[in-house]
């Protein structure tokens, strides 16, 4: 994925990241989160899962999408629910819930 010199270096001043660090020497949650804003540079709308993402870090996801999604853009996020809070702290994030019942009556 290619970005201009002013995105890459936003992103990587949001991420407190120098544009010299190697992708690969990044730990998980900044490959992760420089993926999803890197994806938001060329498409309004994108499609991520939480998969990976401790709890610790589950606020810090949403906050960045939530900034997104202020600025006009979506996404469609996956996550097994595993941290997912009683109340979504976000009037821009609406969670659905699907659910399949794999066990059959007998």
Do not use: C, W
Not at 27 to 53: C, E, M, P, S, V
Request: proline share 3%; net charge negative.
């Amino acid at each position: 994925m290619q970005l201009d010199a002013q995105s890459a270096d936003g992103i990587a001043k949001k991420l407190q990241v120098s544009l010299k660090d190697k992708f690969e020497s990044l730990d998980f949650k900044t490959r992760k989160a420089l993926t999803i804003l890197a994806a938001y540079q060329n498409h309004d709308t994108i499609l991520f899962d939480y998969y990976g993402i401790d709890a610790l870090s589950i606020e810090f996801f949403e906050n960045l999408v939530n900034d997104e999604i202020e600025a006009g853009k979506s996404a469609i996020a996956f996550d097994n629910l595993q941290y997912a809070p009683g109340k979504e702290p976000f009037e821009n994030i609406v969670p659905i819930k699907i659910s399949i019942d794999l066990l059959e009556e007998s």
